[in-house]
């Protein structure tokens, strides 16, 4: 059974960076559309960026658009998610979903409810 750790996340300023590691184990993630969501205090999950088994494809929420970056290590079996020029509105549980149901390709690969799989969540905060 799929299974992930998420790992990376801590304390930094403003405009720093972090890269945060979800490593697994169980399964393969490249059968796999992997997704960071994360949570912040009172609000609900959100999408951040996804890895596309399917149609090839990285998406990305806008609040992060050009700033951060999934990646896939098939090798060691880890998605990674680069983050750059942080704010304080990063602030948040992150964690790696992962899904094989097509519902989560395109404009809805940010829906929660298509991911079957879910880490542990790691914290990041962003503050001077």
């Known amino acids: 059974q799929l299974q992930f750790v998420e790992s990376g996340g801590g304390l930094v300023q403003p405009g720093g960076s972090l890269n945060l590691s979800c490593a697994a184990s169980?399964?393969?993630?490249?059968?796999?559309?992997i997704a960071w969501f994360r949570q912040a205090p009172g609000k609900e999950h959100e999408g951040v960026a996804q890895?596309?088994?399917?149609?090839?494809?990285?998406y990305y929420a806008a609040s992060v658009e050009g700033r951060f970056a999934i990646s896939r290590d098939d090798a060691k079996n880890t998605v990674y998610l680069r983050m750059n020029s942080l704010r304080p509105e990063d602030t948040a549980v992150y964690y790696c979903?992962?899904?094989?149901?097509?519902?989560?390709?395109?404009?809805?690969?940010?829906?929660?409810?298509?991911?079957?799989?879910w880490g542990q969540g790691t914290q990041v905060t962003i503050s001077a």
């Open positions: 890895i596309n088994n399917g149609d090839g494809r990285n």
């Open positions: 979903a992962a899904t094989t149901r097509p519902e989560s390709y395109g404009r809805n690969w940010n829906l929660p409810r298509w991911y079957d799989v």
């Open positions: 169980g399964g393969n993630v490249n059968s796999y559309t």
